[in-house]
């Protein structure tokens, strides 16, 4: 068997080591462009800002290793031309001599991954413009940052821009991000990524949403960027964010199956439509593990499994890939903010019926020191109660509560599993009703019918005539703070006495702060005849769908 794989990092690298753990007699060739066959993406922006010190802690593996230890043929600085899938040989380019060859397989692995976009705009290719995908963007960026830099632009508000963000910020550089939409971290709902805009005010990062760059301008001082909103931003650097295209030229031209946005077809045991050619990670089209719609994930961990799987099978094991549920997660300063699953937006697009819960538990017991709040989204089958997907966002606590949601989603757990879920508690690490069980229990009486909800939005989007009587059933101190507006404040320890000032012939919408009392007052007023719902998560959850002051 001779093995050529073209790309190394996650998927090819995990597939080349993988290959050859299967078959020591095999010939394995791994190709890749650039100097450094493995490194670590997701460390870049933490190294340009000294989190990181070691440039040589990003280098996951070594060719020198790879070479020594895995007796892989490994060719760094080797750009792989053309594939000749009917003589089964690629066209290879030396980048050093210039020198081009021709190198025959039996199978090949496309780990091609996918390149930062840089829009068609002009002064895109002006000094001190930069993507950041490997380790020579973050040492050119590193440079110049080093030399002085006071004011920088993040063109894209996704997960890199913000984790690049956080790192100028702590260096004292001026940051702005610019988001083309109307919210930061697209794949999540955007109530979600609310305390995270919050957070970036904070630090004193400037966020200007819907607004996107149009041409960069050389001045004296470094640079302007031209926002289509007539701003004019100065900086001495700007960085491109706005998404990710698949390195998919080597497949297209060789006449292999894409997908509508690019991404390489491939089927559940990662086969292209070549059966001699295989391919993984960023380049590849997958499918949504929950949705079950072709999707693209640009994600380390999937490019990983996909890299294994498409070695077992070339070496004749038969592994299905299982599809993508993108779990993914994002530090910002003190918050984090993580989703695993489908989105409300992706269900609604895929016409998926959906409930949804919010809840907004502390991350350990609220009697012991340090307790921090996060805010849980759930999303559920409405008749199943299947867990559909799940957004977190707060401080400690939240990655951990994204992680057993990942595995409740692949396992096809229900929001019922989720009441009954045994996790470990000590006051110092959880509750005796974890945040996990919680979301369960309010999921759980929704589906039973012992906690009718309605989601805020809808409340308040219902015609004046049709909204139902607002009662918020916190202290008087609460409501007087910040409430519902339109809103009726009887404390719920009150309630019981005061049933005759509620309508008899109208809708009740109770809430309290994050749903606990509003629940117990909604049982409360049906028990007494009254019709009653909870308004799903109380008025935190409505503070979500707040736009943030300007």
Known sequence: MKLLIVGGVAGGASAAARSRRLSEDAEIVLFERGPDVSFANCGLPY?????????????????????????????????????????????????????????????????????????????????????????????????????????????????????LAENFVRLGISTTVVEKNDQILTPFDKEMTQPIVEELASRGVKLLLGQSAEALEQTAEGLVVCLDSGKRLPAQLVIFGIGVRPENKLAVDAGLEVGPRGGIRVNDHLRTSDPNIYAVGDAIEVKDAVAGDPTQVPLAG???????????????????????????????????????????????????????VYVHPTHHAGYYPGAEAMTLKLLFDPTTGQVLGAQGVGGSGVDKRIDVLAVAIQAGMTVFDLEEMELAYAPQYGSAKDPINMAGFVAGGLLRGDHPQVDVEAALAAPTAERPFLLDVRTPHDFTSGHIPGAVNIPVDDLRSRLGELPRDRKIAAYCQVGQRGYLATRILLQAGLSAVNIGGGYKTFKLFQPPDP
């Open 47 to 163: 190294f340009i800002g000294g989190e990181i010190a070691e440039r040589k802690k990003l280098l996951v593996t070594t060719p020198e290793l790879l070479r020594s230890r895995f007796k892989l043929d490994v060719r760094t600085g080797s750009s792989v031309e053309s594939i000749d899938r009917e003589a089964k040989k690629v066209r290879v380019r030396d980048l050093d001599s210039g020198r081009e060859y021709d190198e025959t397989y039996d199978k090949v692995i496309l780990a091609t991954g996918a390149a930062p976009f840089r829009p068609s705009i002009p002064g895109v290719d002006l000094p001190g413009v930069f993507t950041l995908r490997n380790l020579q963007d973050t040492d050119h960026i590193k440079e110049r940052v080093d030399r002085g830099v006071k004011q920088v632009v993040l063109l894209g508000g996704g997960f890199i821009s913000l984790e």
């Open 302 to 356: 999937p490019a990983n499994r996909q890299g294994r799987i498409a070695a077992d099978n070339i070496f004749g094991r038969s592994v299905k890939y299982r599809g993508t549920q993108g779990t993914a997660i994002v530090g910002v300063f003190d918050r984090t903010a993580a989703m695993t699953g489908a989105s409300e937006k992706v269900l609604r697009r895929a016409n998926r019926p959906f409930r949804k």
